[in-house]
C-alpha cells in the first residue's frame, strides 16, 4: 500500500508542471501576432545602401473579413477578422487626423514621382470581396467620405454585381484579385495566367465601368511570370503583403501592405511603422 501511495505521488510531482505549463502555454498563446499570410519583405532598404532610388512613405492597410470576431478557430484564422465597430473606429481615428485617402491611380502616381504627398495619406485595400466589406464597411466609407479599393475574385465573389456597381457609384474602387484565387507560383500554361490575370480583369471592368490598375496577389505571392503578365496588360501596381510602409517604384508589382487587426494600437502603429 505505502508502494502504491509514493508511485501516485512520483506522478503527481512529474505531471502538475507539464500541466500549469500547458494553462500558461494556453492562457498566453493568443498574444502572439497572427500571421495569416506570408509577410514578405521585399520592400526593405537594401542592406548595403547601394539602392539610392527615392522612397515614398504611405501605408497600404489590408483587409479582409468585417465581421464580429470569431470566439473560436486558430489564432490565425481569428486574425483575419475586423469587428464592425473596431473598424468604424479605425476610419473615424484617419478622418480625424486629416488623412487623405488614396484610389490606386493616385498612388501610382505618387510612387511615380519619387516624392512624399504634402498631406498624410494612406491605401485603404480589401481581399476577397467577402459579405462583411459590402455590409459593413462599405457604409462606413460612405459615412466618412473615404474611398477604398476592395480586390475581387471575379467568378467567385460573395459581393454581386449590382453591389459592386453601386459601390463603384459611390466613390470605391474595383480591381482584381484573380479569377478564382490560384496559387501564382504554382500556376502552370499561358491559358491559366490568362485567365487568372487577364481574363479577370477584363470581366470586372465590363461590370463595373472602371478601368483597372492594380491587382492583389492571392495569398501574397507571385513570381516573375506573373509579374510579367500584368504589365503586359495594363496593370500599373500588383500587390503583396509586408511589414512596411516604405515603398520604391522598381517594386511596383510586389507592393508591401500591412496586415489590419482588430485593435487600435497595432493599427496606429502600422500607419506610422508599419508592423
Known amino acids: 500500500m505505502r508502494k502504491s501511495y509514493q508511485v501516485l505521488l512520483s506522478i503527481f510531482f512529474i505531471l502538475t508542471p507539464l500541466y500549469l505549463g500547458f494553462l500558461f502555454w494556453s492562457s498566453t498563446r493568443d498574444h502572439f501576432t497572427p500571421t495569416p499570410y506570408e509577410y514578405l519583405e521585399v520592400n526593405e532598404p537594401d542592406v548595403l545602401g547601394e539602392n539610392t532610388e527615392p522612397t515614398v512613405k504611405i501605408p497600404v492597410l489590408m483587409y479582409h473579413n468585417i465581421a464580429p470576431v470569431p470566439r473560436t478557430g486558430s489564432v490565425n484564422y481569428r486574425g483575419l477578422f475586423v469587428s464592425p465597430s473596431m473598424f468604424e473606429k479605425q476610419m473615424k481615428y484617419l478622418k480625424e487626423n486629416g488623412y487623405k485617402t488614396l484610389t490606386p491611380q493616385e498612388f501610382y502616381d505618387i510612387l511615380k514621382s519619387g516624392k512624399n504627398p504634402h498631406k498624410k495619406s494612406v491605401l485603404i485595400t480589401f481581399d476577397d470581396g467577402s459579405r462583411g466589406q459590402y455590409k459593413y464597411a462599405y457604409p462606413v466609407l460612405k459615412k466618412y467620405k473615404m474611398t477604398a479599393t476592395f480586390y475581387i475574385i471575379a467568378d467567385r465573389s460573395p459581393i ?76 500599373l501596381l500588383g500587390f503583396s503583403c509586408g511589414r512596411t510602409i516604405t515603398h520604391r517604384y522598381s517594386r511596383r508589382f510586389y507592393l508591401s501592405r500591412v496586415h489590419v487587426y482588430s485593435d487600435m494600437e497595432r493599427f496606429k502603429k502600422a500607419l506610422t511603422k508599419g508592423l
Open 160 to 235: 454581386k454585381k449590382s453591389e459592386l456597381k453601386e459601390m463603384v457609384k459611390n466613390g470605391m474602387i474595383v480591381d482584381s484579385h484573380t479569377s478564382t484565387h490560384r496559387d501564382l507560383k504554382k500556376l502552370q500554361g499561358t491559358k491559366n495566367f490568362k485567365f487568372q490575370l487577364v481574363d479577370s480583369k477584363e470581366k470586372l471592368e465590363k461590370t463595373t465601368g472602371q478601368k483597372i490598375v492594380s491587382i492583389a496577389y492571392p495569398g501574397c505571392v507571385a513570381d516573375k511570370r506573373s509579374f510579367e503578365m500584368i504589365k503586359k496588360n495594363d496593370y
